[in-house]
């Protein structure tokens, strides 16, 4: 695992769009793994901007979501497609057809998440795949528990997501109590992690991720299993490592003064 301290948000959202656009410009049928809320929202916003500033292409790529509330239409204004389509899909030359979110509405769960699966894989894999971190531990939608083996699965959200999200809806309780979220399987299986925590309300957790070994009991240190992962922090997300040993974690920058 290599780890990257920027002294900010802003820089570290930076540096991990141009992680991502270097490797869009690399390979333009680049499969990207995409992440939503509020700390990826500043990643997407300077994709935008070097796509109009610099002719970033994403007109080869293919985009595969983590995860989408159940029971939400793709136009409700809190669904993640709605997210994604305002944020960066409508945004760049990025064909709508070649973007894609699990569907919270069909009326077979089950299968829609092993349709989901089989997108993932018929597509040849994820090759870059963003993520953030919830302040229990949760990449994508993959609650405390959660198999480390686990594939695209219905969630139910603990009390902590539900607190954390539903601010963000107009009427609180209408948030939706599970999601569809791809599994830390099917995270570990892509090719390439990038983990972006911004933020003093993460360094708890962060701590802890990268301190511990994996557990389902703090979901997203299954990454310690991936050959090839780099987790971003700002500063204040990096502010409970000082001074810590972190086996198996090599720190490439530290911007953290």
């Keep these: 695992m290599n780890l990257i301290i920027h002294p900010d948000a802003a820089s570290a959202a930076n540096a991990a769009a141009a992680m991502m ?38 007109s080869r790529c293919r985009t595969f979501n983590l995860d989408e509330y159940v029971g939400l239409p793709a136009h409700h204004r809190n669904s993640y497609r709605h997210f994604m389509n305002e944020r960066l899909f409508l945004q760049v030359n990025l064909e709508l057809a070649n973007t894609h979110l699990p569907d919270g509405t069909a009326p077979d769960l089950s299968a829609e998440c ?12 994820i090759d870059l795949q963003l993520l953030g971190i919830g302040q229990n531990g949760h990449i994508g939608f993959n609650e405390p528990g959660a198999e480390l083996d686990s594939r695209t699965h219905v969630q139910t959200l603990s009390a902590t997501t539900r607190a954390q999200n539903s601010r963000l809806f107009t009427a609180p309780d209408q948030m939706p109590a599970q ?9 570990r299986d892509c090719r390439q992690c990038l983990l972006l925590a911004t933020g003093r309300e993460k360094a ?40 810590l040993q972190l086996p198996g974690v090599a720190l490439l920058t530290n911007q953290w003064k």
């Design 21 to 58: 656009a270097q490797a869009l410009a690399a390979h333009p049928r680049l499969v990207l793994g995409l992440a939503t809320g509020g700390t990826v929202e500043p990643v997407y916003a300077r994709l935008v901007e070097l796509h109009r500033q610099h002719s970033l292409d994403f």
């Design 114 to 125: 092993l349709r989901y699966e089989s997108e993932i894989a018929a597509s040849g894999g």
């Design 179 to 187: 999601a569809i979220t791809m599994g830390l399987g099917t995270i």
């Design 204 to 243: 708890g957790i962060i701590r802890q991720t990268l301190t511990s070994a994996p557990t389902p009991a703090i979901p997203a240190t299954v990454l310690h299993e991936h050959p090839d992962c780099t987790v971003i922090l700002d500063a204040a997300a990096a502010s409970q490592l000082e001074g």
